[in-house]
């Protein structure tokens, strides 16, 4: 019997904050698989900020999406038909086919992944790229070093909450920036983070990092950019390192902003400011895995996620991350 599958579809390019009339819910039948082929039935999928960059017909690191066909991202999924040796009914792979509840393939870019290990969904999280990118940005660019003074912005949500974690892990001070009470409570109680900034309570954010760091910052992980780009050079120490992460403040603008307007500190602080993208560094996701199923089984990690039921609730979902909707990783639930 042929599938039905339900997708989501970019409907037009966004102008500012996008909005749910900027998708489309489609649905289309799939034919059986052939020789070589697998059926994968998406259970999560993953929504990310970046995914905003590619809502916009500009060249980039990735293409953009194009208008009128199913938007991709990071899904896990089961196997529910093969006629391909290397994959069995019953498994489950990661792909990059999310925004749709099913598909078919010839086994090309699936990653299998072990339900036994951890719930699946964390492969979308905790073990999968947001969790890596917290890695990277730590380990290869911040180069962090044991107890020094680590500032993370968006900290609860899915690269900040695990950012948090492994710099806590490597014995320095962490203090992170989130936007209600609720999201504080949860970095300080389960996450054990030093200090944690309540940004829309600041009258002043230089002088909220100021007093939760009084000896200054050593390495800046940058989620949010705009003002708190410019809050974090002002309270940099010597020599400190600026991850540049991400900057989700700035995805909505229609005209790019200028600044930051102190960043001449860069230069009297002899500051490294560098940017990254994590798929330039597979290279070390077997460390990653390695040390992260690790400090699980250890207990020293925690996490959390936000779901949406529904594929018809992506959008909903996706727009939430700019409304600081989420706690950890903000996922779909498909099945
Ligand atoms: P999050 O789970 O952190 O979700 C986004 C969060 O950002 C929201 O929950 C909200 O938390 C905060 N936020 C949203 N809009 C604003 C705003 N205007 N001002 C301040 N805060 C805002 O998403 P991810 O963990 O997936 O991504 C975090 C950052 O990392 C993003 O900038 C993303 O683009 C980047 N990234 C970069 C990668 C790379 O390879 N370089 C890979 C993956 C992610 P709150 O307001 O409560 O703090």
Partial sequence: MPIQSKEIRLKAYP??????EDFELTTLE????????????????????????????????VPPFEVGKAMEGAAVGVVLKSLNPGLKEGEHVVSMLGFREYFLSDGSGLLKVDPNLAPIEAYLGVLGMTGLTAYVGL?????LKENERVLVSAASGAVGSIACQIAKIMGCTVVGTASSDEKC?????????DKAI?????????HSFAEALPEGIDVYFENVG??????????????GRVVLC???????????????????????KRLRLQGFIVSDNL??????LADMTRWIQEDRIVWRETVFGGIENAPKAFLGLFDSENIGKMLVKLA
């Fill in 226 to 239: 705009d003002v708190f780009l410019e809050a974090a050079l002002e309270n940099m120490r010597d020599f």
């Fill in 185 to 193: 409570a949860w970095l300080l109680n389960e996450l054990k983070i």
């Fill in 198 to 206: 309540n940004y829309k309570k600041a009258q002043n954010l230089p």
């Fill in 15 to 20: 102008k500012g904050y996008p909005n749910e």
């Fill in 246 to 268: 991400g900057m989700i403040a700035l995805y909505n603008l229609e005209d790019p902003k200028p600044g930051p307007s102190n960043l001449f500190l860069a230069i009297t």
């Fill in 139 to 143: 380990k290869r660019v911040a180069e």
């Fill in 30 to 61: 799939l034919p059986e698989p052939k020789k070589g082929e697998v059926l994968i039935k998406n259970l999560y999928m993953s929504v990310d900020p970046y995914m905003r960059g590619r809502m916009t017909p500009r060249k980039s690191y």
């Fill in 283 to 288: 290279d070390m996701r077997e460390a990653f």
